[in-house]
């Protein structure tokens, strides 16, 4: 026989607060936790996390597609054992995708029911209607309503000005009305990561309730450690000759560039194929592993991908994030 409904809650809750005590107490602690996941960071973004975590602050990651931004916010979840809320963004999205909507059709076989069943108070059919049984939390109000939890709200950038409003409002107050229950306040806030592949600028008034961190690409010899970390089958070689070769795509004017993510994409492509280290063939064979385009493809495939520039020895200074 399962536990009764308030054990249940007493031991998630006694469990959340063992959790919030073991939470890392300095950035240095918090860097450290993040990199037990495979994610390596700066000083400078380790700073911005713990701030944000502490400050309940979210923390506003900009920069180029691929770089870490996203994966910032799963690696947060791990390192903090949080459940993972997050909200896509795209152009149109409004309140009942991204905070809360109403489940019409048990509404309406509940309402149904209880014509059948004879009842005419209609007051009480509206209150019945309208109680949390039927609201549907969209992953705003969800990340509002559970603790601990952290709440990714990606690319902020491709919404549009009304959903900007609604998202500066919930992060300077931290409450939702919803009309026909009234307010709801969550315990205490959710870890917040906002990104944005800034496609357009995102208002000043969002920003400012944010900590700011601007991400570009590693430097070669971290973003050899990140595919060391992340693909430890790879061998070294092929792990430094993909990271060339990715590094000398993004020195082209192509339309998409690739990412960190496209490298391990690469690499990992390789691997499976058998490969130690990068030959002409296979790396234009597998092009559609790294590159997004027709037109950046057929670009590629007049490089001399397997050409061996000199760059920095491992060792370098950290990205700020890996995918």
């Given amino acids: 026989m399962g536990r009764p409904e308030g054990a249940r809650a007493s031991t998630a809750e006694a469990s959340a607060v063992a959790r919030e005590r073991t939470r890392p107490d300095s950035p240095h602690a918090l860097r450290a936790r993040l990199e037990e996941t495979g994610y390596l960071l700066d000083e400078d973004l380790a700073v911005a996390c713990f701030l944000a975590v502490r400050l309940h602050r979210p923390v506003f990651c900009e920069g180029e597609a691929g770089t870490g931004k996203t994966a910032l916010a799963s690696a947060l979840a791990r390192a903090l054992d949080a459940p993972l809320i997050r909200l896509r963004c795209y152009e149109g999205i409004d309140v009942t995708q991204a905070l809360y909507d109403w489940d019409f059709p048990r509404q309406l076989l509940h309402l ?27 992953p705003l109000l969800r990340a509002l309503t559970t603790w601990p939890s952290v709440l990714l709200v990606d690319e902020v950038d491709r919404a549009d000005e009304e959903f900007e409003a609604l998202l500066l409002e919930l992060l300077s107050e931290w409450t939702v009305t919803v009309p026909e229950l009234g307010t709801l306040r969550g315990e205490r806030p959710p870890v917040v990561v906002l990104t944005s592949n800034r496609t357009r600028e995102v208002h000043d008034a969002l920003k400012r309730r944010c900590l700011y961190h601007w991400f570009d690409h590693p430097d070669f010899a971290r973003e050899v450690a990140i595919v060391r970390r992340r693909l430890p089958d790879v061998t070294e070689r092929l792990a430094v000759e993909v990271t060339r070769a990715v590094r000398a795509l993004r020195a082209r004017d192509l339309l998409k560039p690739p990412g960190v993510a496209e490298t391990l994409d690469w690499a990992e492509a390789l691997h499976a194929l058998g490969a130690t280290a990068l030959d002409a063939e296979l790396a234009t064979a597998t092009l559609g592993a790294v ?13 001399d991908l397997t050409a061996s520039p000199a760059e920095a020895p491992p060792g370098g200074r950290a990205p700020d994030g890996a995918p």
């Fill in 112 to 138: 149904k029911v209880a014509e059948a069943g004879g009842v005419g108070d209609t007051e009480l059919l509206e209150r019945q209607l309208h109680s949390p049984r039927f609201l549907i939390a969209r």
């Fill in 291 to 303: 590159l997004r385009c027709h037109e950046d493809v057929e670009a590629a495939r007049t490089l």
